[in-house]
């Protein structure tokens, strides 16, 4: 099995730039997670997905940010306009319940100046 | 909701050295715990989990850890740590409404 798999690994982008980040993952697995994670915050979850459908997104920072799964196989998290204190390391992680593991994909390391 | 505790944030000790970290939650009902690791520029990875059983749960490379329950904890151990052991090492436990809530990490280094 690959694992999570994200993209890209590395976004470097001016503010005000639209931002999408995406992620595949590990097939079979019904939960999908959003998470953020900087020096100051550590990890922080933004949104979760059940089945496809949003379940929690009171982790969202501001309307700025939004998050879609269109099918089992795919998601986006979009920050637009994006803003230097976004800069983090964004990491989607799945899980085939909800209090079960939960898998990490690599990264994406956001850099907006 | 779910709280997760980790102390003593930064840990500095020496190879070969014992390692032991402390996890505390606060929700009182049926728990699925976890340790995760995270290599410095690396994703998180599962080290441990107790979901039931023998209370004591073996890990990779070594780790062990200590679900009590009455103390609320989960603490994680290793005898002799090595410079690979340096890491940001997260507790995550299960809440009410069955999300995961993970602590805020413990950075330890590992000194050859």
């Known amino acids: 099995d690959a694992g999570v798999i994200q993209s890209p690994r590395h976004e470097v982008t001016e503010m005000g730039q639209e931002v999408t980040l995406r992620c595949k993952p590990i097939?079979?697995?019904?939960?999908l997670f959003w998470y953020r994670q900087t020096m100051m915050r550590g990890l922080e979850l933004l949104i979760y997905?059940?089945?496809?459908?949003?379940?929690?997104d009171s982790g969202m920072p501001e309307d700025r940010f939004s998050a879609k799964m269109p099918n089992a196989s795919f998601s986006t998290l979009k920050i637009q306009p994006s803003e230097p204190r976004d800069s983090a390391v964004y990491f989607c992680?799945?899980?085939?319940?909800?209090?079960?593991?939960?898998?990490f994909g690599p990264g994406t390391r956001l850099t907006v100046l | 909701a779910q709280s997760v505790s980790q102390h003593n944030h930064h840990v500095i000790l020496s190879e070969a050295a014992s390692l032991e970290l402390g996890c505390n939650y606060s929700?009182?009902?049926?728990?699925?715990l976890f340790w995760y690791v995270q290599y410095p520029g690396q994703h998180l990875q599962l080290l441990l989990k107790?979901?039931?059983?023998?209370?004591l749960v073996k890990g990779i490379k070594g780790f062990e850890a200590e679900f009590i329950k009455s103390k609320f904890s989960f603490n994680l151990r290793k005898p002799s740590v090595q410079w690979s052991d340096t890491a940001e090492y997260f507790c995550?436990?299960?809440?009410?409404?069955?999300?995961?809530?993970f602590g805020k990490g413990n950075q330890v280094v590992v000194i050859p």
């Open positions: 992680a799945s899980s085939p319940r909800l209090a079960d593991t939960q898998y």
């Open positions: 097939s079979g697995h019904d939960y």
């Open positions: 997905f059940n089945n496809n459908v949003p379940i929690d």
């Open positions: 929700y009182g009902g049926t728990v699925n």
């Open positions: 107790y979901f039931s059983g023998d209370p």
């Open positions: 995550a436990v299960n809440g009410p409404t069955g999300r995961l809530a």
